[in-house]
């Protein structure tokens, strides 16, 4: 099969040698826009840009203190290349460079941006596929755009495309580092808001040694992020930084992430107990909701303590949001209220104080970047919870999955189907039954009717572990990441009150320990699972599929979320009457491309026709199987043909037999194709010179069958093709 490339790479010594040989490069010399990878084998660094002055751009390089070290420099050159696009795939490749691993990158985090362009979708993804798989093929990266998509070190990259919203989020930020009159900054915002990539990109933005802006125009917002950081590098050139994160297995994710970027390294992600150790000039805390006081720790009290005393603060009136106060000069947090699930979370109240402080300023992001059903669906979410929706009130997102399933077999069929389509999919429930298999391995710990699962078999970064597409989730190993698809399990802790309209909490059946020791009032602890189930139908960015064990709930939610409808289910239909309306199925196993073994045709049983087909005696259906006609038959499907009953059949579609028992080239004995006659005139009138049997497919590997007048008596079209039944 030919193929056009669309974009060439070309590998050559980065030195003033090059340059010469450059000059010939139709590309480099006639300042065409381009993208190129400077990189060095040896240290394992890279520095990617673009432009449309090759050979400046390349001088200025090779003076640069560190670039001139780099040995090799890739040149991406393509046609279709425009200032747009090659801006783009500058920033899709440091974005997917850096997540891949291979190198460490020389580039600065600012400046990246999503353009939007001519063509963008239709033509450029494919480019920018295409200049990824030559890469792998050059050795310049190993892993697949599909691969990297779904990895955590993509989803935490501090080479991010900051949104307007974080990028005003960015500024209030900076602007308040260098005010000296402010203390503690806290950037609220809802799941999904993006808190957790600003935080990062704010941690690289401070940790970089030397940012380079002057090849790059930059926006307004963006110039005005540059001037603050050149006042920031002035102030604090090498600040003592860290990150802290409340919650174990998030924490050793983004440790991870950190362990690939350049300036940053794992050891400043930490703990809130290990802010006793030193004093910062900068402390972020992402999910700080998640910041805890002295009540129901269980095996971390004795850690509390100690910490408590090494600060020299009292254990019963102070929480871990004073550790950060204490032990930072500007301390930012990363606040969410609703996402506070435990009563050893710091009180509200503590995070009302510290806003209202005269040093303090709170800045909010109202954006929604994880789901692709927007702030509509994250408020609907809220207002479901809440008891807040009118009678009968559904969400219609377009691109967004949202479906309620009555069976919990099908939607762990769904879920499974999902991971194996797209990854990243996983079942998470309430905390409604004990963790039996933590000790017993074999032991399932929910059981519902005739479906056996099991809890999470570790607590430590579980979403990425091997076999967690078949265990069940919980908020303590999923709450901060990011899924594909979810399916939350509503456990019998919550339930619904049909007389009084609204949701009720079932204490008996909630068994996280630490999770309702202490409260007395019922109110608290509802609002705590609220805001734990609202948390986790906040993980899926392309859908969230919910079951629920409580019959009322059930009946309450299919009022608001569309209901899955089982591909295996039942319906009444009305009885199928031969040629009124069904046809005989003949099981031939029709094969496009490639024929099945020969079959009898002989039919058993009798197919419902599709609406507005008038039947006909003779008519019949049978599966055609194969990729040869996709363009109009899928793989796999059921099709309704007529008996051939002659005249022309050029540009028709028909169903063909083999005379022979089986074909001597194809070794089978049906296919369908589209059938093409070719004449000529002579003194006895029409003359057949050959016919043609052509594929009609997508894939271009497919050839015509060409038969000539004697070749096409060993073969006999059996019928016409009139349409796809299903």
């Known amino acids: 099969m030919n193929y056009e490339p669309l974009v060439d790479i070309q590998r050559h010594p980065f030195s003033q040698v090059t340059l010469i ?59 279709y290349f425009n200032k747009s696009a090659t801006l783009d795939i500058e920033s899709m490749l440091i974005k997917y460079m850096a997540a891949d691993g291979k190198y460490s990158l020389l580039n600065g985090n600012l400046g990246l941006a999503n353009h939007n362009y001519y063509q963008q979708n239709a033509l450029y993804d494919e480019v920018f596929r295409e200049v990824w798989n030559r890469l792998i093929a050059h050795g310049v990266v190993s892993r697949t755009l599909d691969h990297l998509d779904n990895s955590d070190v993509f989803k935490y990259s501090p080479y991010k495309s900051l949104s307007l919203d974080q ?44 940012q380079r802006f002057d090849l790059r125009e930059f926006s307004d917002d963006e110039a005005e992020i540059q001037a603050l950081l050149t006042k920031l590098k002035q102030a604090l050139p090498k600040p003592k930084m860290a990150l802290v994160v409340p919650m174990t297995s998030f924490r050793i994710t983004l440790k991870k992430a950190f362990k690939h970027v350049s300036g940053l390294s794992p050891n400043m992600v930490i703990s809130p107990s290990e802010l006793s150790r030193q004093h910062y000039d900068i402390v972020l805390v992402d999910e700080s ?17 100690k910490t408590c005393n090494a600060l020299s603060m009292d254990k019963y009136s102070c929480s871990e949001v004073d550790w950060v106060c204490k032990q930072s000069n500007k301390a930012i947090f990363f606040y969410d209220q609703d996402q506070s699930i435990k009563p050893s979370d710091a009180d509200t109240d503590v995070f009302k104080s510290l806003k209202s402080a005269q040093n303090s300023v709170t800045h909010k992001l109202l954006s929604q970047f994880r789901v692709k059903g927007g702030q509509p669906y994250v408020e609907f979410v809220d207002n479901l919870l809440n008891g807040r929706l009118k009678n009968g009130a559904m969400l219609t997102a377009r691109n967004y999955e949202f479906v309620m399933f009555d069976s919990l077999n099908d939607m762990v069929s769904t879920i499974s189907e999902k991971e194996r389509q797209v990854g990243l999919s996983r079942l998470i429930a309430g905390y409604a039954w004990p963790w039996i298999s933590k000790k017993d391995p074999k032991a399932h710990d929910i059981i519902i009717g005739d479906v056996l699962l099991r809890w999470n078999s570790t607590n430590t970064d579980w979403i990425n572990t091997e076999h967690s597409h078949k265990e069940v989730g919980c908020i303590h190993t999923t709450q901060g990441y990011d899924l594909n698809y979810t399916g939350i399990i509503f456990g019998k802790e919550i339930r619904y009150d049909r007389k009084n309209q609204s949701i009720v909490i079932d204490r008996k059946n909630y068994f996280d320990r630490t999770g309702g020791q202490g409260i007395q009032d019922p109110a608290e602890l509802k609002q705590y699972i609220i805001n734990i189930y609202k948390t986790i139908m906040l993980r899926g960015i392309r859908g969230t599929f919910v079951y629920a064990c409580d019959n009322e709930l059930r009946e309450y939610l299919k009022q608001h979320i569309p209901l899955h409808t089982s591909a295996n289910a039942t319906h009444e239909v009305e009885e199928l009457v031969p040629y009124v309306n069904a046809v005989p199925l003949f099981d031939l196993q029709v ?15 009798w197919v419902a026709l599709p609406y507005g087909v008038r039947p006909r005696e003779g008519m019949f259906a049978c599966r055609v199987i194969g990729e040869s006609m996709n363009r109009v038959i899928p793989n796999d499907t059921l099709c309704l043909f007529r008996p051939d009953n002659g005249g022309s059949r050029n540009g028709k579609t028909v169903l063909i037999e083999c005379i022979d028992n089986i074909d001597a080239d194809t070794d089978s004995r049906y296919t369908v194709k589209v059938y093409k006659s070719f004449k000529v005139a002579d003194e006895h009138g029409w003359q057949h010179t050959h016919i043609q049997l052509k594929p009609n497919s997508y894939d271009d590997s497919f050839e015509p069958l060409e038969l000539t007048e004697d070749e096409a008596l060993q073969y006999r079209v059996v019928g016409e093709f009139i349409c796809v039944i299903d």
Do not use: C
């Open 21 to 79: 040989d450059l000059r010939d490069n139709a590309f480099a010399a006639g300042n065409w826009p381009l993208v190129y990878i400077l990189s060095d084998e040896k240290h394992l660094r890279a520095y990617i840009g673009e432009t449309t002055n090759t050979l400046a751009r390349m001088s200025t390089h090779l003076k640069h203190n560190e670039k001139q070290l780099l040995t090799a420099v890739h040149l991406i050159t393509s046609e």
């Open 167 to 210: 990028r005003q989020g960015l500024l209030t930020i900076m602007h308040e580092i260098l005010n000296p009159s402010v203390k503690n900054i806290v950037l609220e915002g809802g799941a999904g808001t993006g808190k957790s990539v600003l935080a990062i990109f704010l941690f690289k933005l401070l940790n970089s040694e030397d």
């Open 591 to 605: 094969a496009a491309g490639d024929f099945s073994e020969p079959q009898t045709a002989e039919h058993g049983e």
């Open 289 to 305: 909701h998640r910041l805890r006081k002295r009540k129901n720790l269980g095996a971390y009290f004795g850690a509390f303590d």
